[in-house]
């Protein structure tokens, strides 16, 4: 069992970065696959990206692609979410997860953190 606590949010102006972060606590962290989703008010979370359980594979949503990177550092137990030219369409709360692979559906994990705050104004 993991168990997962997201920080780093906050608001920032477009074409800002921000660092999210997620720490883990159980002994099988490095076994999982993570993952980052995002919900907006109204809208349905959506998948935002996705990390192999040694880093080897990545994997990111088209609208997304090329300005986030999600990387893990085992050692400390902790996923990241490098968010680089942000927009106001990326305003959302974002929630890291884990589960055993790197998939886009939120039923494929099975842990989940509470969520942070990130706001983009224009």
């Known amino acids: 069992q993991v168990q997962l606590v997201e920080s780093g949010g906050g608001l920032v102006q477009a074409g800002d970065s921000l660092r999210l972060s997620c720490a883990a606590s159980?002994?099988?962290?490095?076994?999982?696959?993570m993952g980052w989703f995002r919900q907006a008010p109204g809208k349905e979370r959506e998948f935002v990206a996705a990390i192999l359980w040694n880093g080897a594979g990545t994997y990111y949503a088209d609208s997304v692609k090329g300005r986030f990177t999600i990387s893990r550092d085992n050692a400390k137990n902790t996923a990241y979410l490098q968010m680089d030219s942000l927009k106001p369409e990326d305003t959302a709360v974002y929630y890291c997860?884990?589960?055993?692979?790197?998939?886009?559906?939120?039923?494929?994990?099975?842990?989940w953190g509470q969520g942070t705050q990130v706001t983009v104004s224009s």
């Open positions: 159980g002994r099988t962290f490095s076994t999982y696959a």
């Open positions: 997860a884990a589960g055993p692979y790197a998939l886009r559906a939120t039923t494929d994990y099975n842990y």
